[in-house]
Every structure is written in C-alpha cells, then in structure tokens.
C-alpha cells in the first residue's frame, strides 16, 4: 500500500542575494510520520521550514505542504498547519483558558466547537486546576506541553515543532515526545527540529542538512548502519560538520 505524501520537496532552491540557503533539497514526508530535520546553525533548516509553514517562496522548485504550492498559494499553507515556534509562544497575560480560545478562534474555530474541546484538554493534560491561571505563572515543562497541545488543537495534517524541548528537563522531554507519540497516532504529521541528538532516535525518519544541502535521509538505524556509527551523535559529528575548502 502507498504511502500518503503530506510534504513534497522536488530540487527547492532558496537565494539571498548571491547567498544561497537551501541548495536543491529533496525530500518526502508520509501522512502521520516523526520526521526529524538536523542540522548545525546555519544549515539551512530554518530557512527551509519557513517556506514549508507558508512565511517565505521558495526561489525555484516545486513545494507542495498539504496538496498546496507554497510558490503560488502559501497564505493558505498556513490554514493547514499547527506550529510551535522554539521561543515560547503563547501570551503570558492571559490565562490557559484563554489562549486556548484565541488560538481556536485564530485557527478559524467556532465557540461552540471550542469549548467542549478545551475542556476535554484540560482533562487530558491533567491542567483542570491551571485553567483560569495566567500562562506566566506555569513552570516552562507545562507551558511547553500547553504549546505544542495548542498547535495541534486545530487536527492540522502537519504540526511543525522548531527545538520544542529546549531548555526543559529530561522527564519534561520524555513526556513532551509521548504527545508526539500520540499525535502521530491520529494521522497527524509531527516535523520536528531539534538540537538533542538522542531525540532524533524517536522519529521515523531524520534528515541531516550541511551548508544548505541534504547530506543523509533514512531511518536512524539505517543511517547508523550506513555510516558505520554508534550514535546519531557520533553519526552528526561526521557528516554534518561543515567542510573546508582546500587550495
């Protein structure tokens, strides 16, 4: 049985000037699959996933985000995604209750669909108590799982997470990744950024990006295996480390 492609990649180029960010990147991403994007800083992921969440056009190629061109209609990418940038990005003067109304609102949601379902979140994350609480006031771990069950509050087909776990504890982090786990369940697509190493054993898929270019894509056992490394650490350190010109 085929596989649903949800993302489709075909030779993306991305200029500044005479600078070039993504150099002809290639890739697929299935309907409900973890798929890890690494990259040192500077690699080009960033850039990347702006022209996937609809921000930026891609100079050339072909980029298509839920059936949609992000060439010619990239407002309406937008309307098909959740995202959770890696500062956090829910608004700190209001409470739990009401972010999860804005956003609702935002992603086009009527009150009559908003609240039976924010209250059946609040029971799921176990944050009844923290309702009426403002977001400033929660422990970052909490606000972070709030963030990523906002962008996901929608049943986007995509959610994109940019380092959703940075800063939060290793107990934080494994629980932040069994709402992965979940949400990947229901068919949603999970893209995920991330500078933990040993998280991107948890995606289906990873790829690794050096200077603007794809330089792996695979499964993390598939890749270890090929590259004849312990470790998606070890595995990084040898293939994504930028290369010197020599004379």
Not at 75 to 94: A, P, T, V
Not at 142 to 165: C, G, M, N, R, S
Not at 211 to 225: F, N
Request: charged fraction near 25%; proline fraction near 4%; charge should be positive.
């Amino acid at each position: 049985m085929e596989r649903e492609k949800v993302i489709e990649v075909k030779d993306l180029v991305k200029r500044f000037g005479a600078f070039t960010a993504n150099n002809r990147l290639t890739f697929d991403v299935y309907r409900g699959e973890i798929f890890g994007f690494l990259g040192a800083n500077g690699a080009g992921k960033t850039t990347a996933m702006r022209i996937l969440c609809g921000l930026s056009r891609p100079t050339s190629g072909r980029v298509l985000v839920a059936g949609i061109d992000a060439s010619r209609r990239p407002e309406e990418i937008k309307k098909r995604i959740g995202y959770m940038s890696q500062r956090f990005s829910l608004y700190e003067d209001l409470t739990v209750r009401e972010n999860i109304e804005l956003y609702g609102g935002i992603y086009g949601m009527s009150m009559k669909e908003i609240v039976p379902r924010r209250e059946a979140l609040l029971e799921r994350l176990s944050f009844t108590s923290y309702g009426d609480m403002l977001i400033r006031a929660l422990p970052l771990g909490l606000k972070q799982k709030l963030a990523f069950a906002v962008a996901v509050f929608h049943d986007p087909e995509i959610v994109f997470l940019d380092e959703p776990t940075s800063g939060v504890d290793p107990v934080t982090r494994r629980q932040f990744w069994e709402m992965i786990y979940e949400t990947a369940s229901r068919g949603i697509t999970v893209f995920v950024t991330t500078h933990y190493m040993d998280e991107a054993n948890y995606c289906d898929r990873i790829t690794i990006m050096s200077e603007g270019r794809i330089v792996a894509l695979d499964s993390p056992s598939a890749l270890l295996r090929q590259y004849g490394t312990a470790s998606v650490e070890d595995l990084f350190v040898k293939i994504a480390r930028p290369q010197k010109n020599t004379v």
